[in-house]
């Protein structure tokens, strides 16, 4: 019977580990500063991210990330599309966080809309050149969790 509760026990701190690590990589990609700098293209000072060692460390690396697929007009199913910390209400495109809570997603196999959280995992790219870009993006992303589809 105690082997039973130690395995149960490892197998919810293995969880609870996993949760913690999908979370840490936003709040890692939120290390983040900027310079302005001038941009001959569109003729004015833009915002150039400046990213920390703690980023810079994860560039080219598997990441886990939890968080929300954002919806265009006739998502149903695709391989290209954004990904947000946060639920479209308080996205990045809606004014309710920064830059730097969403990213480009390129997945090996399409993906289902949902609603719910999704966890995906893929290989993290930096981006602070290509201004019609988002900063990050994964890419071979595959879903590795998820709660419900619409």
């Not at 990904?83 to 479209?88: I, Q, V």
Request: glycine letters at 6%.
């Amino acid at each position: 019977m105690q082997l039973k509760y130690r395995i149960l026990t490892l197998f919810l701190v293995g969880m609870m580990v996993q949760a913690n690590a999908q979370e840490s990589t936003w709040k890692t990609l939120a290390k983040i500063t900027y310079i302005k700098q001038y941009d001959e293209l569109m003729g004015f000072k833009v915002d150039v991210p400046v990213f920390s060692e703690d980023i810079k460390a994860m560039e080219g690396k598997e990441v886990e990330v939890r968080g929300y697929i954002i919806p265009v007009e006739g998502y149903k199913s695709h391989k290209e599309f954004i990904f947000s910390a946060f639920p479209y209400t308080m996205c990045f495109f809606c004014g309710g966080a920064g830059p730097e809570t969403v990213m480009d997603v390129y997945a090996k196999n399409p993906v289902e809309y949902s609603a719910e959280q999704v966890v995906l995992r893929g290989k993290l790219e930096l981006n602070a050149t290509d201004i019609n870009r988002l900063m990050y993006s994964i890419h071979d992303a595959e879903v590795i969790e998820a709660k419900g589809t619409d």
